[in-house]
């Protein structure tokens, strides 16, 4: 059973390009979460979605970025015009249900703003 | 916000020896997760805390949740070389429908052969 699936594992951008990194979840699981990590920094939450719902999007900066996460295909997590600050490791996660609690974690794309 | 505060920041440790970590919160959660993160993966999960008091083990590792629901430990006893590595606790928190998780910044373990 392949586990959580991230891609690119390393994401190179200008200042200005545009950045879509892609997530797959666990094959029965429903929710996809994304999370931002800066070096020696813990994981921040950005956004919670289900097939075709966005169910919270709190942590998410309200300009420049979105995600979504169609009915056929991966989850997209897209940052526009990408500033030096966006550099971080991005990281997706799934779980089969809300209730459980237990969250699976992709190996995370590096994106590097140069 | 919510905070989770995790003690110590960095352990160096001698192989064989038994590591004890924790972290408080002023935040009641629901769920209690403990994570360990190798260089350049992302994190993977060690232990899942449901219940306040709860105890539970997996291999050398056991972690508990505190009675409050506001702190949590983790212990791995006789400690070798691939326990190397960031642990990650994290609280889980039913606020709405959110089901988001709340990291502290992580205990890093070094362990010397």
């Known amino acids: 059973n392949a586990g959580v699936m991230q891609n690119p594992r390393h994401l190179v951008r200008r200042r200005g390009q545009e950045a879509r990194l892609r997530c797959s979840p666990m094959?029965?699981?429903?929710?996809v979460y994304w999370y931002r990590q800066l070096p020696e920094e813990g994981l921040k939450f950005m956004v919670y979605?289900?097939?075709?719902?966005?169910?919270?999007e709190s942590g998410m900066p309200k300009e420049r970025f979105s995600a979504e996460f169609p009915k056929e295909g991966p989850s997209i997590l897209r940052i526009q015009q990408v500033v030096r600050g966006d550099s971080a490791a991005y990281f997706c996660?799934?779980?089969?249900?809300?209730?459980?609690?237990?969250?699976?974690f992709g190996p995370g794309t590096r994106l590097t703003v140069t | 916000g919510q905070q989770l505060n995790q003690s110590p920041q960095s352990m160096f440790i001698q192989e064989g020896e038994d590591v004890s970590m924790n972290c408080t919160s002023s935040?009641?959660?629901?769920?209690w997760l403990w994570y360990k993160q190798d260089p350049g993966e992302g994190p993977v999960l060690l232990i899942a805390?449901?219940?306040?008091?709860e105890l539970t083990s997996n291999g050398r590792l056991t972690a508990q949740f505190g009675i409050t629901r506001k702190d949590s430990f983790l212990n791995i006893s006789a400690s070798i070389p691939s326990d190397v590595g960031i642990y990650f606790c994290?609280?889980?928190?039913?606020?709405?429908?959110?089901?988001?998780?709340?990291f502290g910044k992580g205990t890093k373990l070094s362990v010397k052969p």
């Open positions: 996660a799934s779980s089969p249900s809300l209730a459980g609690g237990q969250q699976y």
């Open positions: 094959k029965g699981h429903s929710h």
């Open positions: 979605l289900q097939k075709e719902n966005i169910i919270d």
């Open positions: 935040s009641i959660f629901n769920t």
């Open positions: 805390l449901y219940k306040a008091g």
């Open positions: 994290a609280g889980l928190y039913y606020g709405g429908s959110q089901g988001n998780l709340i």
